[in-house]
């Protein structure tokens, strides 16, 4: 097998998630660039196995020293930020406790991993960067657009309450060049049903529903954060105990990752 060629095997096996072909090909050969990317994207090994989810192989690579974990594809996305946006917890928990990670890398258009969370509606995600006093909760996307704008644009009311009931302070008069209008004016005053959607469509639905719901929740925030924060945290789908601790999340990887925090320079165990 050439050595290019093994480099395209690494890839895809990095992709399904087989770790011992990963092993076999990435310590049999030095010579083999471990950060190989595929022509049309850009995207390494470790790119694809944050992208798909495929825990033990991250694991595993993160303790190779020849792995890049912070190389950025084509349009900018890193492999952290790919974790936020497909909402792989653990991965993420991981990232943010390996120092190589810039976690405020944003896309070419300004997107923060915290934004793109938010955007997606990653709850569990956002309530664990939430943890980390890195992120910027605020922190725009190149038409101005803040992460609680884009979750009432989405209709995602658990990330809203997730964000409103932190302890962070949210810049809520922050206005989008989009359309001029800030995130509860936005949530109160959007189209129902965007043209040329389904009128089933689960998402827009979604999106009709908790919009309006996201910006009476903001209102009630800038009248009394403090009260509201403690009145959100009563609502239901508002997971708890608060602060967030390690029991706010369902995965038992997760729980134990947490501990970590907040100490983020750990020496990673022995290749084996």
């Known amino acids: 097998m050439t050595s290019s060629s093994k480099e395209e095997a690494l890839w895809e096996a990095a992709t399904q998630g087989d770790l011992a072909l990963v092993k076999q090909l990435a310590m049999e050969d030095s010579e083999v660039d ?9 995207r390494t090994p470790f790119y694809r196995a944050c992208y798909f989810g495929r825990t033990s192989v991250v694991e595993w690579m993160m303790r190779v020293p020849r792995v890049d974990v912070g190389k950025i594809q084509k349009q900018g996305c890193s492999p952290f930020f790919i974790a936020c946006q497909e909402g792989h917890q653990d991965l993420v928990l991981m990232l943010l406790a390996d120092p190589r990670t810039d976690v405020g890398w944003p896309m070419d258009g300004g997107e923060s991993p915290f934004f793109i969370a938010c955007q997606e509606g990653r709850a569990d995600v956002v309530a664990l960067l939430l943890l980390d006093p890195r992120i910027d909760v605020n922190t725009t996307r190149k038409d101005n657009s803040s992460p609680l704008w884009f979750a009432a644009q989405n ?13 962070r302070t949210v810049d809520t008069a922050i206005k989008s060049s989009f359309n001029g209008k800030t995130a509860a004016e936005h949530g109160r005053q959007q189209p129902l049903i965007p043209k040329g959607a389904k009128e089933n469509d689960a998402k827009y639905q979604r999106r009709r529903a908790n919009a309006p719901l996201i910006a009476d929740l903001i209102d009630e925030y800038e009248k009394s954060p403090i009260t509201t924060r403690r009145n959100l945290r009563k609502r239901p789908g508002i ?6 601790s390690k029991t706010s999340f369902s995965s038992q ?3 134990a990752t947490l501990s970590l925090f907040p100490v983020f320079c ?5 290749l084996h």
Do not use: I, M
């Open 155 to 167: 209709g995602q009311l658990e990330v809203a309450r997730f964000l409103l009931a932190s302890d």
């Open 34 to 42: 471990v950060n190989w990317t595929d022509p049309e994207w850009e």
């Open 266 to 270: 750990v020496d990673p165990p022995p």
């Open 239 to 244: 997971r708890g105990p608060w602060p967030l």
């Open 253 to 255: 990887k997760a729980h």
